[in-house]
Every structure is written in C-alpha cells, then in structure tokens.
C-alpha cells in the first residue's frame, strides 16, 4: 500500500493517557512508519467502530502489524510489539461496512503491557523518539543513501521522482530511512524489522543494505525486458512477413483461415438484414478483427460477439396461422376446460386477423401447481404455428441472466432472453417465462427489475442486451408467465401483465382429462394397449376422490402411471388377459384409500365447525374447534395461527360476548368459563381474515351448546358489528367443498357476483347461501335452543334468513298471489 511523507501537516502531541490506554490497531502486509501518510482499509465491524471514536475524540491509535495476513482476528502473540502512533487525517465508509481511511504516523512505540483485549487491545505504551544529531558517519551513509536511491529511481518504474525530491529535503536521517524503505518493493517482515530499529545509524546501514539489493534486481529485470523486447521485435518482424505473404495470396487468388473467417462473417452480416444500428456495429467490430492476429486472445472474444450478432433472428418471423377455428380445435385437443384462457388467445387470433400491427399480449397465468400452466403455453404455440421457448425464472438471483453480461468480463454471454430468440430462430416466438413469482434478488442485482423493460409494450422494442449493447425489438414476442401466487410477483411488474386465474378442477373434470389425456400417454409410456387394459369412469372417478387430494392432475397422473406399472408387470410375465380397472378392484393395484372425506366423521358436533380456506395449491377444508372450560382465563387459541387470524379470534370472540341474547347464553358464564380455540394441522402456518364467521360459529355453539348443521361450511370476514365482509377465492373454497362433501356453504353477500364462475357441476351439488350479517349465520348453522340435530325446517330458516325461496315457500308465495288476485 504506498505512503508519501506529509513533512507540512502538523504533528499532533501524544497526551500521557493515551502512552498509558493506547488503542491498538492490527494491519495485514502493511508497516506505517512514522511521518508517513498511508491509507488503510478495514472490514471488521469492530475495528471500523474503533476507527469511528477515534476520529470523533481526535485521539491516536497504535498501528501494529500481524504477523499472520490470513488471520482475522489476533490475538496479543499474533502482534508484532512494535508498532507506530497514528492520527486518523479523513475516513470513508463504504455499504458493505468496510472503512477506508487515512492516516499519519507520528511516532514508534514499543508494548509494555496490555491493559485489555475486549472489545479491542488496550496497551501502556513507551514512545522512542528519533535522534536529530549528524555525524561524519551518518552524514556518509545519508550521501550514499541518497545516490543510491537515485539509481534506483532511473531503474524502477513504480518509485516516483517525488520520493526522491522529498528525501533530499529531508533533513532527520531517521526519517530519511524510513522514507526510502516504505517505498521499496520489499516485504512486510523486512520493512518491520527497519521499524524495530532504534538506532539510526544502524537502520541507514540496513536501508542501505536493502537498497542496493533492490537496484541488483532492478538491473537484472531491465535485462530481462531488453531480451523480451528483441523478441518482440522478432514477433513484429512475423507480423510484416505475414501481412506481405496475405497480398501475395490476396494477388494469387488464394486466402487463409482468417481471411475466410473475416469475408464470411460480411458476407452473413449483410444477409441478416439488420437494423442500421446494429449494422454499424457489426461492420465496426469486423473491421477490429480483420486487423488482429488470430492467436490473440482478443481475437476470439471479438469472433464470438459477431457470432452472436449474425446469429440473432432480428428479421426472420414465422407466418402466424390466424385460423380461429384451427386455434380452438388445437386448444382443445391439448386441454379440458380452461375456457377464460382459449377465449384470450382466440380473441388475440381475431384481431391479429382484423389488423396485422398488433404487438404480442403479455399474459401470466396463475394458479395451482398441475393444472397445466405450462404446457397451455406449448398449445398456444402450436394453435398459432409459432416457435416456443420456455425460461425457468424459479431462483433466478443475477439480473445479468436476463439482460447479459457486459463483454469485458471473460465468458461473457448474453441473457436468456436472446439466448432463446437465438434457439427459436425467430422473432415472434411464444416465450414462456416460468415461475415469476419465485424470482430472487441479491448483491449481483434484481432480475424482476431487469424485466420491466421486458414486459413493457411501450419499453421491449428497444431491449437493450448488455452482452450486443445494441436494441433489440421484442414487442413480436408473445410473453407467457406461470406462478402460484401473485403476492411475491412486485406490484410494478404485475402491473405490465395480463393476469388469468387458473383455478383447480373439480371431480368431472379430472376424470374427463384422465381418459382423454392421461391414460392414452400414460399407456404408450408404458408399452400398453388398450387391449391390455382400460380404467372404467367408475375407476377414474375413485382414483380422483379415494387416492388424491389436489387442485392439479399432477398425483392423478401418477397413480394412473402406478396402475400401468403393475399391469405392465403382468403381461411382460405372459400374462396377455385384458385388465379393467374398476371401483372394486381398484385397491388391488393402488393399495387402501388413501382419502376418507373428514367432514362425514366430524360433522353435526358442538363446537367443530368446517372453514374453507385457500392455498398456494388450491382450496381445502380447514376444522376450527372450539371447547369451554372452567376458569376465568378468557380466551386462548393455538394452531400456529398469523397475526390477521388471531385477531379475527378474538373479533369473533367480542361478538360473541356482545351478542350473548342472541345465541342465548347467561352473561356470568363468560366470567365463570374459559374457552379455546384450536385450528387442526398445528405445524402448518396459517393467517388471513376469511375464518372469522367460523370461528365465531364455533364459540358460539360451545358457549350455547347448540349443535353445528352437518355439511354446512361458510367463509367470510367478521367485524366487530356483525357484518360478513367479502373474501377472495372462492372459487377455490368452492372446489375444496365439493370435494369434501360440504352440501351448503354460507358466502359474503359481497361475493355472490362470483357464483358466475364456480362450474355447474359443483352449483348443482353444492348450495350457496349469501349472508350479510352473523346473526343470519347463527341462525343458519346452529340447531335452535335445546336441540340436538338441526330440524327438518332448515330450508324454512334459510328461506326467511336471506329471503331465497325454497318450494315450499314458493307454492305458498303463489296461493297467497292467487287469492290476492280473486279478491
């Protein structure tokens, strides 16, 4: 690290409590010498505060070098004992916590006693002082030493002149000494050893001695260089020869391997119609090369970038097929149901067919694992004839994945996005960027960020790569992104997308997917026929409802694989007799039902109430249990319940207690009884408000004791005053009922309007009553006052609840406008 002398700074005095509390300071491969300025750099946290106060209380700092570089933290023997007082001159702190600094050497001390070690060293000190008398025979050595260190000036070329204009003003010879060995190429063990040197004329003799060391190997390397400039020349002479031998081919008709290279790459640059922009700089890069020799290591970095460049599809496009009904016949056979999706990509199609300049939709479909995000985008591709790509997002963490890394840097390349327009060969292709909502970010960047400009009509069709630092237009590109959530997607990065929800499927639909899709794959997979065997709908549908429990197909798919394994088993032993896969003897070959519907077993109780709930993988059944005990406690609740949940408990709770006459509960039972709330699975997190009539239905049976109506589940949001708010996902709740059994599911009136998108087959099953107030809900799922079952007239009560007519309350409804209309 260099030092300069600093002679016009003034020197500040060193108090006698600091010679007795001296902070101490270890440096790696570093020796200060007094009356030297050097900048120093610090990492540990606890020196960097160390320097901190030092700077702030103007006091000193002992510099002791380690005799270990790779040790971080010495301890008293991983010291030299001999160091240099320091004043701290400027600091600069840096985000990683590192501190650089600058500092002067005042004077040398030698350790006689450290006072402490946390939380840094704290030695009692004694200063040595330098001798400022001349002698004959230090006026001799300083003469010598200065002509010799003029020498060593005129060979090397990392001494500066300064050093020794500064040394022949210099007037102290032990400052001298310690001017010209902290400018020597030496190591630290020897520049310390100088520094332990308190007698003058014995450091000049060592600076001296070191010194014309230095100037033999500086004489020696000089020589060295001299030898590799003849060769050098020798080189340069190759060179001519090489160029005049080129002229003489060039005149004879023949060509090397580097002049071909160089006519190839104009002759592909001109047939890849680039934009002008990107043509200049192609033009410019080929002209680089063709003046390089083609051993040179730049040589190669410059091929391979015209490589890229040539290679990029910046005009080639594949003829969209804007057949409408070719795209539905194409989606259809590829995928059952996902009709908000075909509707999209059909209406895309019908418009492109009204008007050609349309620029590509940037879709992101959302939704469960395994309901077919991804190879949705592979039908899209083939509805519309075009080229399809896919890039993992999941785990990305370096932005230059997506915008390239600058060619400076050594295997530069550039991101996955040209990457994939490069293997597409062209520019339109349907692009799918997967998993966006797991992107990463870190030091090395934020890749959500980098695609901004990716996502963004108004910004893609002048991408800039940083590997080509040339635009590239990306508005022909059709962008699909998949996630799970769209929480974790950033808001600014949502907002450039068109997001569709891709619920789960229900019971029909998967069993319709495994016997158009799954079986007929999973039978050439396996080496069989349909003559080998066949799994009735029966089978199908027990498969669905008795082994798996998903929102996707994924499991499904497996345990169809499991049945063709065993079967496949069979016939490669001979046996050649169709198998058929039914109901019945289904467990022969998947094992014992896996699923059994908990609603059946823990329906019609006092205090077990059926929630819905929903997850990154769909809709599920959540139980909330509640019990009551003596005690004055209150309430308690467990399950590894969120923040959100647990104040929906205790909203429900006050309600509760509020509306005491209304479930009919004396009001000292509340100060005479506990009660406590459990949500099952406790080693599963959950949150979010959407439990609250759930919860308060449960404590409202248990302190009443009423009995809760089976097959009822509900979701909404409970306020302090009673109101069911609206929730979101509902028609994955819905699903999750369905297959759970749940027959009536109590809704937010607010979320009524998205009955429209729950499928007919669950509708039909499954009755959805819209409630606005608690007291509707109470009255809905508890048995009345000293009942033990929910009466026949549950229809009656919902009817005069939420005003739905039932038939009875129909045919009553139309007696009485009868009568009205005879009178």
């Not at 349309?358 to 985008?377: E, H, R, Y």
Request: charged share 30%.
């Amino acid at each position: 690290m260099p030092t300069t002398q600093q002679p016009d700074i003034e020197t500040p005095e060193i108090s006698p409590s600091e010679l007795e509390q001296l902070p101490l300071l270890p440096t790696k491969n570093n020796v200060v010498f007094p009356a030297m300025v050097a900048p120093l750099l610090i990492s540990e946290q606890k020196y960097a505060r160390l320097i901190d106060q030092t700077l702030m209380r103007g006091r000193m700092i002992g510099l002791v070098t380690q005799r270990d570089p790779n040790e971080d933290d010495p301890g008293v023997d991983g010291l030299y004992k001999v160091g240099t007082v320091g004043s701290i001159l400027k600091m600069l702190r840096f985000p990683d916590g590192s501190v650089r600094f600058l500092v002067q050497g005042l004077v040398r001390f030698s350790v006689r006693e450290i006072v402490r070690s946390e939380p840094f060293m704290v030695a009692r000190i004694e200063t040595h002082e330098d001798s400022t008398e001349r002698t004959t025979e230090i006026e001799a050595i300083v003469r010598n030493a200065l002509e010799q260190l003029k020498k060593a000036v005129e060979l090397s070329p990392y001494i500066s002149e300064d050093v020794q204009v500064t040394a022949m003003n210099t007037e102290e010879p032990g400052k001298l000494a310690d001017l010209i060995v902290s400018s020597l190429n030496i190591s630290f063990e020897q520049k310390q050893d100088v520094l332990e040197i308190f007698d003058i004329k014995k450091r000049l003799d060592t600076v001296v001695g070191l010194l014309n060391k230095e100037i033999e190997v500086l004489e020696l390397s000089r020589k060295i260089q001299s030898q590799a400039a003849n060769e050098m020349g020798r080189v340069q002479k190759e060179y001519i020869l090489r160029e005049q031998l080129k002229a003489i081919q060039k005149e004879l008709g023949e060509s090397d391997e580097h002049t071909q290279d160089v006519e190839e790459f104009r002759e592909k640059i001109e047939q890849a119609a680039m934009p002008e922009i990107a043509k200049e700089a192609a033009d410019k890069e080929l002209d680089r090369l063709s003046k390089m020799n083609p051993s040179s290591a730049e040589y190669t970095v410059s091929r391979t970038y015209l490589d890229w460049l040539v290679s990029v599809p910046w005009n080639k496009k594949t003829d969209d097929n804007l057949d409408v009904k070719h795209a539905e016949q194409v989606l259809d056979e590829d995928h059952y149901g996902l009709e908000k999706v075909k509707d999209r990509i059909v209406e895309y199609l019908a418009v492109r067919k009204l008007k050609e300049s349309v620029k590509g939709p940037i879709l992101c479909f959302v939704g469960p694992p395994g309901v077919g995000k991804t190879s949705l985008g592979r039908s899209i591709a083939r509805a519309m004839e075009r080229k399809f790509e896919r890039i993992s997002l999941g785990g990305m963490r370096d932005e230059a994945e997506i915008r390239g890394h600058r060619r400076t840097y050594i295997g530069a390349l550039p991101g996955r996005i040209i990457q994939a327009l490069r293997r597409a060969e062209a520019k339109n292709p349907v692009l799918m960027l997967d998993e966006i909502d797991k992107l990463g970010a870190d030091f090395r960047g934020d890749p959500a960020s980098a695609l901004l400009e990716v996502l963004d009509p108004e910004q893609n069709h002048m991408f800039s790569d940083h590997y080509l630092d040339v635009p590239f237009d990306l508005s022909s590109v059709m962008f699909i992104t998949t996630a799970n959530l769209l929480y974790p997607i950033p808001a600014v990065l949502r907002d450039r997308m068109e997001v569709i929800q891709m619920a789960g499927y229900t019971d029909l639909e998967k069993v319709q997917i495994a016997k158009r899709y799954l079986l007929p794959r999973e039978l050439d997979n396996h080496g069989l026929k349909r003559s080998n065997m066949w799994i009735t709908d029966e089978g199908l549908a027990r498969v669905v409802h008795d082994y798996t429990r998903e929102s996707g197909v994924r499991n499904l798919t497996r345990e169809i694989a499991t049945v063709c394994r065993k079967v496949a088993r069979n016939v490669a032993t001979g046996d050649n007799k169709k198998m058929s896969i039914k109901g019945d003897n289904l467990p022969k070959y998947l094992g014992p039902v896996r699923f059994i519907p908990e609603v059946v077993s823990r329906a019609g109780q006092v205090g077990v109430v059926p929630g819905l709930a929903w997850t990154a993988a769909g809709g599920d059944i959540l139980f909330v249990e509640a019990t009551r005990m003596p005690g004055r406690k209150g309430l308690s609740y467990t399950g590894s319940l969120g923040d959100v949940m647990r104040e929906s408990v205790q909203a429900a709770y006050s309600w509760v207690r509020s509306n005491h006459d209304l479930i009919g509960v004396e009001p000292k039972l509340f100060d005479t009884s506990d009660v406590h709330v459990h949500v099952p699975a406790g080693a599963t997190p959950k949150d979010g408000p959407s439990a609250g009539i759930t919860m308060a239905t449960a404590i409202a049976s248990v302190y009443s004791g009423r009995v809760v109506a089976p097959r009822v589940s509900m979701t909404g949001e409970l306020t302090l005053r009673g109101e069911v708010m609206p929730i979101g996902g509902l028609k994955e709740k819905a699903l999750a009922a369905y297959r759970s059994g749940i027959r009536t599911v109590l809704i937010p009136q607010h979320n009524q309007k998205d009955l429209i998108d729950i499928p007919k087959e669950v509708s039909d099953k499954v009755e959805f009553i819209p409630v606005e107030h608690m007291e509707q809900v109470i009255e809905l799922a508890l048995a009345p006052e000293g009942k033990k079952r929910i009466p026949n007239a549950t229809k009656e009560r919902v009817a005069k609840t939420t005003g739905k007519k039932t038939p009875r309350t129909r045919k009553r409804a139309r007696a009485s406008a009868s009568t009205r209309r005879h009178k």
